[in-house]
T-cell receptor, first 115, second 114 residues
Framework: DAGVIQSPRHEVTEMGQEVTLRCKPI?????LFWYRQTMMRGLELLIY????????DSGMPEDRFSAKMPNASFSTLKIQPSEPRDSAVYFC?????????????FGQGTRLTVV | AQKVTQAQTEISVVEKEDVTLDCVYE???????LFWYKQPPSGELVFLIR??????QNEISGRYSWNFQKSTSSFNFTITASQVVDSAVYFC???????????FGQGTRLTINP
């Protein structure tokens, strides 16, 4: 298995533009997580899907952020409009049965820079 | 509230030294899981270990060992005979069953010098 695949690896965009981050979880995993990593706040859980349904989105910072999981093999995290403070590394992770039954496998992350 | 504290922001040692990374957690839940992840310079997060709150046995895996003590709410990680390839940021994390959330500590940047 190729692991969790995120794209793009790096994204540089101008303030105000829409940004879409993509994630392909490991086949067979039914839980998907989006995390954000910054120097100031460390790793923060943004949203968690189970069986394609959003279970907890309390970590989504504001309405500019939205996430979808149209099927078991694909998820997107969208920021519209983007702001410089959104600059961070965004990780996607997947697991089977949430985090109880196995460890979460993380993708390599998308480094987002908003200028 | 659930919280993970990694008090050591950065540690630097010389190769072959032993090094211990501290992790202290806070939770009122009786069922929880503790994790350690490694983030090498390439950026990805690599799973190292998971322990549940009912299993306080220490674990050893090669040069890595973990000491889980509920009495002090700690889950410390020791690398024996450190190597340059161990250089990375290490994260301790707490999973609360009720909240279904994985809470990370701030991480400890470990540098192993040749």
């Amino acid at each position: 298995d190729a692991g969790v695949i995120q794209s793009p690896r790096h994204e540089v965009t101008e303030m105000g533009q829409e940004v879409t981050l993509r994630c392909k979880p490991i086949s067979g995993h039914n839980s998907l997580f989006w995390y954000r990593q910054t120097m100031m706040r460390g790793l923060e859980l943004l949203i968690y899907f189970n069986n394609n349904v959003p279970i907890d989105d309390s970590g989504m910072p504001e309405d500019r952020f939205s996430a979808k999981m149209p099927n078991a093999s694909f998820s997107t995290l969208k920021i519209q409009p983007s702001e410089p403070r959104d600059s961070a590394v965004y990780f996607c992770a997947s697991s089977f049965g949430g985090l109880l039954n196995t460890e979460a496998f993380f993708g390599q992350g998308t480094r987002l820079t908003v200028v | 509230a659930q919280k993970v504290t990694q008090a050591q922001t950065e540690i630097s040692v010389v190769e072959k030294e032993d090094v211990t990374l501290d992790c202290v957690y806070e939770t009122r839940d009786t069922t929880y899981y503790l994790f350690w992840y490694k983030q090498p310079p390439s950026g990805e997060l690599v799973f190292l270990i998971r322990r549940n709150s009912f299993d306080e046995q220490n674990e050893i895996s090669g040069r890595y060992s973990w000491n889980f003590q509920k009495s002090t709410s700690s889950f410390n990680f020791t690398i024996t005979a450190s190597q340059v390839v161990d250089s990375a940021v290490y994260f301790c994390a707490l999973f609360i069953q009720g909240a279904q959330k994985l809470v990370f500590g701030q991480g400890t940047r470990l540098t192993i010098n040749p």
